[in-house]
T-cell receptor, first 112, second 115 residues
């Protein structure tokens, strides 16, 4: 019940396309859902996050869609660029200062 | 925004030695810090949660005597890999809870190689 399932494992998109990464969870106590971007040899960096009382959140080219009833959320990257090539992790947490539960990660490649 | 500094960024040690990794919150106080291990092409695996002034809480399967965690101040947590062996080689990442809008901030990671 603590798991967050992420798909796909890898994704290749042409520049300008809209990659979509999906995550699903079971634990209804989760109340904060961040997405992290990780480049090789670096730690994850917070990209965008959403709380379950909101169905969509946009920050620049990144959008989270959240479906509370289905217990699913997804990341969309608009006008994708080669510089967006990285590994993306969804995560979930139940309450502050608690441990993050990470998805398995998606290796995204944006071809020029 | 919140910044977490992790040092060193990479280290190579001989088998049998101990190595210490530092994690500092630079512009905020972190009562809770987390240590992760990441294998190539895999997700982050939580090793332990450290709270300032108290003993760390280790995840199941993580050897507390091998991975010593100290969180002596509100801005510093250390992970010491004792009597390291080649199988301990990995990418270690810390994170800190800033208690505010930024939530969790991660360090840049430490690539540990035991030869």
């Amino acid at each position: 019940q603590q798991q967050v399932k992420q798909s796909p494992q890898s994704l290749i998109v042409q520049k300008g396309g809209i990659p979509i990464i999906n995550c699903a969870y079971e634990n209804t106590a989760f109340d904060y859902f961040p997405w992290y971007q990780q480049f090789p040899g670096k730690g994850p960096a917070l990209l965008i996050a959403i709380r379950p009382d909101v169905s969509e959140k946009k920050e620049g080219r990144f959008t989270i869609s959240f479906n509370k009833s289905a217990k699913q959320f997804s990341l969309h990257i608009m006008d994708s660029q080669p510089g967006d090539s990285a590994t993306y992790f969804c995560a979930a947490i139940a309450g502050g200062a608690q441990k993050l539960v990470f998805g398995q990660g998606t290796r995204l490649t944006i071809n020029p | 925004g919140a910044v977490v500094s992790q040092h060193p960024s990479w280290v190579i040690c001989k088998s049998g030695t101990s190595v210490k990794i530092e994690c500092r919150s630079l512009d905020f106080q972190a009562t809770t810090m987390f240590w992760y291990r990441q294998f190539p092409k895999q997700s982050l695996m939580l090793m332990a949660t450290s709270n300032e002034g108290s003993k760390a809480t280790y995840e199941q399967g993580v050897e507390k005597d091998k991975f010593l965690i100290n969180h002596a101040s509100l801005t510093l947590s250390t992970l010491t890999v004792t009597s390291a062996h080649p199988e301990d080689s990995s990418f270690y990442i810390c994170s800190a809870w800033d208690g505010g809008a930024y939530g969790y901030t991660f360090g840049s990671g430490t690539r540990l190689t035991i030869v």
